[in-house]
């Protein structure tokens, strides 16, 4: 066994091992499919080992399962991005549509699926001989040998597409600006721009790249995409377990986080806060977080576990954020650099200029004052730059 099938041996084992602790650790129907996609490509990395061990020829009956199951990532990928973005709340009968690409090729390969073990042998034996004809997937008869290779790639970027409109999205939502989904967001864009690479490789080494060199790529291109996934979800313990382990709170905080809040209210919560965030009602004076756990027919302790869950927030800060963000957008209207900081504060719901100015102070790392300055700065070299043009 080379090089390429021990790295491809050790990135599965890693891989296999992340999606047991996120198993373990998480329950929401994102993070399920999350973990499918994972297993597609550690399932992938294994298969590659098992063909460069030569292994594969004592368990014969797994050759060619891979490309089924790659048929499987993209789409595993869209609907845990659709989940964790809470734009969907529950399978339909229509994602049944996702799972065509992999009848096809089922369908196209059910007569090897079902030949006897000893010609699957002979067949894997002559590949041996000829690496480079591995991806080819001649063994179907519905379909011209190559097709399965360049058509799971060619889908996988029509999903790619309909993901990056899912994100462009998110960052059109009041709920963009929040420091948990912040991170999210980086997290998705991350995974979504590796996995457009991955396939934007997989397309131009088919077409353009010598055939002995295909296969190579075929094995490394799974290999590097998942290990820089699980690099980076090794040094991000929050997207791993689901929590924040280095957010050092009160214990209520923590035991807000270790409340399990059952899935039909989650998708609840979700809703009504999306609805609470659109309509700004965080500008309302003296709010509290009764009041709007009444308003969402939930109990205040529900309320306040779901948004340290959420948005790794207390609901002070998480009323205060919006705020802030309020005015920071407010401010990029010159009109509003004729206001008090007091007519700014009450535009924004503060009930008093001290609370005020430690929430700003908190989240833009500066004074209210200072950054109106700078404000008003910028749109003073801006118009200059519109005269100089002039």
């Not at 457009?196 to 055939?211: D, Q, R, W």
């Not at 791993?240 to 399990?260: C, P, R």
């Not at 790794?312 to 209207?333: A, T």
Request: charged share 15%.
């Amino acid at each position: 066994m080379g090089n390429n099938g021990l790295y491809s041996f050790t990135a599965s084992i890693i891989g296999f091992i992340l999606i047991i602790i996120i198993l373990y650790r998480q329950r929401q129907v994102s993070m399920m499919f999350f973990s499918f996609f994972l297993f597609t490509l550690a399932a992938t990395n294994f298969l590659c080992y098992l063909f460069e061990s030569r292994k594969i020829i004592e368990v014969p009956f797994l050759f060619r399962i891979g490309p089924l199951i790659n048929y499987l990532t993209a789409p595993s990928l869209f609907l845990y991005i659709l989940f964790e973005l809470k734009e969907k709340r529950k399978l339909q009968w229509l994602d049944a549509l996702h799972l065509l690409p992999a009848i096809l090729f089922l369908v196209d390969y059910y007569p090897w699926y079902i030949s006897d073990i000893s010609y699957k042998k002979q067949v894997i034996q002559e590949l041996f001989q000829k690496n480079e004809s591995v991806y080819l997937l001649m063994e179907g008869w519905l379909l011209p040998p190559g097709t399965h290779f360049v058509l799971r790639h060619i889908i996988a970027l029509i999903y790619v597409f309909f993901m990056v409109l899912l994100l462009i999205k998110l960052g059109g939502s009041a709920e963009r600006t929040v420091p948990g989904n912040q991170q999210k967001e980086n997290w998705l864009v991350l995974v979504v721009g590796i996995f457009f690479l991955f396939s934007v490789i997989g397309i131009i080494t088919y077409f353009y790249a010598p055939s002995s060199f295909v296969w190579s790529a075929t094995i490394w291109a799974p290999l590097i995409v998942f290990s820089i996934l699980c690099l980076f979800l090794l040094f991000k313990p929050s997207i791993l377990y689901g929590i924040d382990i280095n957010n050092k709170t009160e214990s209520n905080a923590e035991n807000s986080k270790q409340l399990v809040i059952p899935e039909e209210v989650s998708f609840k919560l979700q809703a009504g806060l999306h609805d609470f965030l659109e309509k700004k009602e965080y500008l309302r004076k003296n709010i509290k977080i009764g009041n709007v756990a009444e308003e969402l027919d939930v109990q205040t302790y529900i309320l306040s576990a779901y948004i340290n869950q959420v948005y790794q927030m207390h609901f002070n800060d998480f009323i205060n954020w919006f705020r802030i963000q309020f005015i920071v957008d407010g401010l990029k209207n010159e009109n509003w650099h004729q206001l008090t900081l007091e007519a700014i504060a009450e535009k924004a719901g503060f009930s008093n200029r001290t609370t005020f100015l430690t929430a700003f102070k908190k989240f833009m790392r500066m004074t209210p004052t200072a950054f109106l300055q700078k404000t008003k700065n910028e749109f003073k070299s801006k118009n200059k730059s519109l005269d100089n043009d002039i």
